[in-house]
C-alpha cells in the first residue's frame, strides 16, 4: 500500500522566514503527491502537485515542494511565511490502480506563523 | 470559479436513524470521491466514482451506500447511525485525464449523531 508521512505534528516558524514542511513517501512504482492545506471549518484546497517532469513543483499562494526521488521525500516551501499561512497542511499520494483512484493522505501538519 | 458544493452543511442526527449527504461536482467533472474526517484526524477515502460507476472503495461501513447520478451528483446514504460516524464528510471532483488527478474538495457536511 502506498503512504506518506508527515513526521512534524507543528512547525512553528516567524512571519517572513522560510518555511519547510516535511512528507516522505512510500510507493510501489512512480508517486503522484500532492500538498493541500486546510483552514478551521474548511474544506481542503488543493496547493500542488508532482506527477512526473521538474523536481520543483510551484503552486498556489507562493508554495512550492522539491520531489527528491533519493530521499523519498516531497517537503513543501515558501521562501517568505505570512500569518495567513497558518492551517493544517497535508501531503497525500495518488493510488495509481484505476481512474478514480483515491488520495491517501499523511497524518497534517499544524502550520503556526507568528509576527 | 465553480467548487464543489455539499448539501447540507450541518446535520444533526439520533442513533439508529438514516441521513443523506449530497454532493454536486465542478461542472464537466466525471469523478467523485468521498471522505470522512473524524475530530484530529486525517480524511479517509471511502468510495469513488467514475462515470456514475463505483471505480474504488475503502473502509466504508456496510451501513453506508452511495450512487452516483447521470447528472454527476453524488449522494452518501448512511443508516443505522452510530456516535462513532460523527465527522466531517468531504466530497471532492476531478476529471479523469492524468494531467489533472488533483482532487477539489467540498466544505464538507459536518454530521453530529447524538
Known amino acids: 500500500a502506498q503512504s506518506v508521512a508527515q513526521p512534524e505534528d507543528q512547525v512553528n516558524v516567524a512571519e517572513g522566514n522560510p518555511l519547510t514542511v516535511k512528507c516522505t513517501y512510500s510507493?510501489?512504482?512512480?508517486?503522484?503527491l500532492f500538498w493541500y492545506v486546510q483552514y478551521p471549518n474548511r474544506g481542503l484546497q488543493f496547493l500542488l502537485k508532482?506527477?512526473?517532469?521538474?523536481?520543483l513543483v510551484k503552486g498556489s499562494y507562493g508554495f512550492e515542494a522539491e520531489f527528491n526521488k533519493s530521499q523519498t521525500s516531497f517537503h513543501l516551501k515558501k521562501p517568505s511565511a505570512l500569518v495567513s499561512d497558518s492551517a493544517l497542511y497535508f501531503c497525500a499520494v495518488r493510488e495509481n490502480t484505476g481512474t478514480a483512484s483515491k488520495l491517501t493522505f499523511g497524518t497534517g501538519t499544524r502550520l503556526q506563523v507568528t509576527l | 470559479a465553480a467548487g464543489v458544493i455539499q448539501s447540507p452543511r450541518h446535520l444533526i442526527k439520533e442513533k439508529r436513524e438514516t441521513a443523506t449527504l449530497k454532493c454536486y461536482p465542478i461542472p464537466r467533472h466525471d469523478t467523485v470521491y468521498w471522505y470522512q474526517q473524524g475530530p484530529g484526524q486525517d480524511p479517509q477515502f471511502l468510495i469513488s466514482?467514475?462515470?456514475?460507476?463505483?471505480?474504488d472503495k475503502g473502509s466504508i461501513p456496510d451501513r453506508f451506500s452511495a450512487q452516483q447520478f447521470s447528472d454527476y451528483h453524488s449522494e452518501l446514504n448512511m443508516s443505522s447511525l452510530e456516535l462513532g460516524d460523527s465527522a466531517l464528510y468531504f466530497c471532492?471532483?476531478?476529471?479523469?485525464?492524468?494531467?489533472?488527478?488533483?482532487?477539489?474538495f467540498g466544505p464538507g457536511t459536518r454530521l453530529t449523531v447524538t
Open positions: 466514482f467514475y462515470e456514475k460507476m463505483q471505480s
Open positions: 510507493v510501489s512504482g512512480n508517486p503522484y
Open positions: 471532492a471532483s476531478s476529471t479523469g485525464l492524468p494531467s489533472s488527478y488533483e482532487q477539489y
Open positions: 508532482y506527477i512526473t517532469g521538474d523536481n
